[in-house]
């Protein structure tokens, strides 16, 4: 009996030891990869013909082309068609949801995945940049629009719309996010300081209360320095790339945001989850403008290359880039070149778009502008001002039958003016082509560098999985701990919701002898005379009138 048993333990020993060795040498699943950091870059609405057209523009590799990997699949719970907020929100948190939903779970009307228990939808999910954070790591977020626009509002705050920018702002200064760089003063600014918030508050001052330091351009920026830095370098969105120089000369490029952002963060030894956005491409496609999305993505791509070479020096880092769908439907051809298309030479594709010297936006800003610089209705816009125009912006000589059209397209589009330029012209003044102003439903290129980096093809949920789990962090787990259901740890008649001032809503828990208060969009308890910094921040989701708060407040209010 007791050689037996002394059998059996040597048995055990040699397999614990073999295993793992085995798994890997038979190419069984190898354990995955634990990296320091996770640099996710996203160029909002560019597809492959987009990158093949920087490529020949450029004239020279993209630094982005070294690295592709496979494709990205870009339906949404409720569409084969992605918008950016559920888009970005399956990046940043592992789950697909539905259109115009930031940081939340889908409503019951799905149509490409089974919907969520009534119980859970619309809950607010864990994103990447929280379950870092919690892990002690540094966190950054950097984009081109203003800092609570779809994409980076996805990984810093929990809404049921992508237009409550008022409170995104509010939950992403309550955060604790390191850095923060990009457009959007204006949401952080009360109404009366020039700003867009209605409930008055300076969340400006806020963040300098809470240590951080508020760059305003790029040479503030670059002189910046600790673990809190929020740049808003715009009131609005930033200018495109292309106008940049002429437009805004103070704001910093991408590529120098990045590099500040990986700067700061990499001084943590915990490591660090950053977010690049390269926003406007997305913008300059819905405008069907080549000039504005050549110079957006050969900006982004720059981010990349400074991406890419700190990761290849560091080591230890994963970098993903990708981007979340395609936007307007760009083709390298179209129905002019339907015959001639083999004949296709290199400048007949850039030399149109060599002579742009400014984005669409531009155009019609300079066109809608009276000599009193107050805006002109389109009626009293002439063709030869539109032909005067385009020929100094754009390099175009163009008929008055081209210049009334841009006019009507303007009037038919009212709300975008400037897609009138790329919808006429560039059937007949280039070789690309545009299916829509929309979105296009498509696989995108996906792009990685590092260990355990993913190749083939994913949906964006298992993108973000990927990452986590290059972490080592548990999404799932995080938001259990961030996000508990006021009503499923306190009967109803102990919670209340403050509206005495309606754009300030408080959460009010009274429990046993205690009396708790949680401001709504803010991670602060207050409860017995203390104001306590909570872990996370706390959401209201009007449509289901459910209230989310962390772990850490219902213990503290229980007592425990
Ligand atoms: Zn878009």
Redesign the pocket.
């Known amino acids: 009996m007791r050689r037996l048993s002394l059998l059996a333990f040597r048995w055990i020993i040699v397999v614990a030891v073999l295993e793992p060795l085995a798994a890997s040498a038979f190419g069984a699943e190898a354990r995955p990869v634990v990296v320091k950091n996770v640099v996710l870059l996203i160029v909002?609405?560019c597809s492959a013909e987009q990158y093949t057209l920087a490529r020949w523009f450029k004239g020279t590799p993209l630094a982005i082309d070294e690295i592709r990997c496979g494709s990205v699949k870009t339906y949404i719970a409720d569409s084969v068609i992605a918008?950016?907020a559920p888009a970005a929100t399956a990046f940043a948190t592992g789950h697909f949801t539905n259109d115009k939903l930031i940081g939340v779970a889908p409503s019951v009307k799905t149509v490409t995945v089974s919907p969520p228990s009534a119980d859970e939808q619309l809950r607010p999910l864990a994103t990447l940049l929280e379950a870092a954070r919690l892990q002690g790591k540094a966190t950054g977020i950097v984009a081109t629009s203003r800092v609570t626009h779809a994409t980076p509002a996805a990984f810093m705050a929990h809404v049921t719309s992508r237009r409550f920018e008022e409170e995104i702002m509010e939950q992403a200064v309550h955060q604790g996010v390191n850095v923060v760089l990009g457009g959007g003063r204006d949401f952080a600014m009360p109404k009366a300081a020039g700003g867009a918030r209605r409930d008055d508050e300076d969340l400006i001052e806020a963040l300098r209360q809470r240590g951080y330091q508020i760059p305003t351009d790029r040479e503030q920026l670059l002189k910046a320095g600790g673990n809190k830095v929020f740049g808003l370098f715009s009131l609005g969105p930033m200018a495109p790339e292309i106008d940049r120089p002429r437009r805004a000369p103070a704001e910093p490029t991408l590529a120098e945001m990045t590099r500040k952002a990986i700067e700061l963060l990499s001084a943590d030894e915990d490591g660090f989850f950053l977010m690049v956005e390269g926003s406007q491409v997305?913008?300059a496609?819905?405008a069907n403008d080549p000039a504005h999305m050549l110079s957006d993505l050969i900006a982004y791509d720059e981010a990349v290359a400074v991406a890419l070479e700190f990761a290849r020096r560091d080591g230890q880092t994963l970098l993903i880039a990708l981007s979340d769908?395609n936007?307007g439907g760009m083709s390298i051809g179209n129905m002019r070149t339907s015959k001639t298309y083999p004949q296709t030479t290199i400048a007949d594709l850039v030399e149109p778009l060599r002579k742009m010297r400014c984005s669409a936006v531009e155009l019609w800003r300079q066109l809608s502008m009276g000599p009193d610089g107050k805006k002109l209705d389109v009626k009293g816009i002439s063709p030869d001002a539109v032909r005067r125009v385009v020929k100094e912006g754009w390099g175009l000589e163009i008929s008055e039958d081209e210049a009334q059209q841009i006019l009507s397209v303007a009037v038919r589009d009212k709300g975008d003016p400037q897609n009138a330029f790329g919808e006429v012209l560039c059937p007949r003044h280039t070789v690309l082509g545009w299916t829509t102003h929309?979105?296009a439903g498509g696989d995108v290129p996906l792009h990685a560098f590092g260990p355990d980096r993913p190749v083939g093809t994913f949906d964006q949920p298992e993108l973000a999985r990927r990452m986590a789990r290059a972490m080592g962090v548990d999404l799932d787990a995080t938001t259990r701990r961030l996000f508990v259901e006021v009503g499923s740890v306190f009967a109803s008649h102990e919670v209340e919701i403050d509206k005495a001032e309606p754009t300030n809503p408080i959460a009010r828990i009274r429990h046993q002898n205690a009396t708790a208060e949680l401001p709504i969009n803010k991670n602060i308890l207050r409860i017995g005379g203390a104001e306590i910094a909570l872990e996370g921040v706390v959401v209201q989701i009007a449509e289901t009138g459910k209230i989310y708060i962390p772990q850490q407040a219902v213990r503290r209010i229980k007592g425990e």
């Open positions: 909002d609405g918008d950016s997305d913008w496609c819905h769908h936007t929309g979105h």
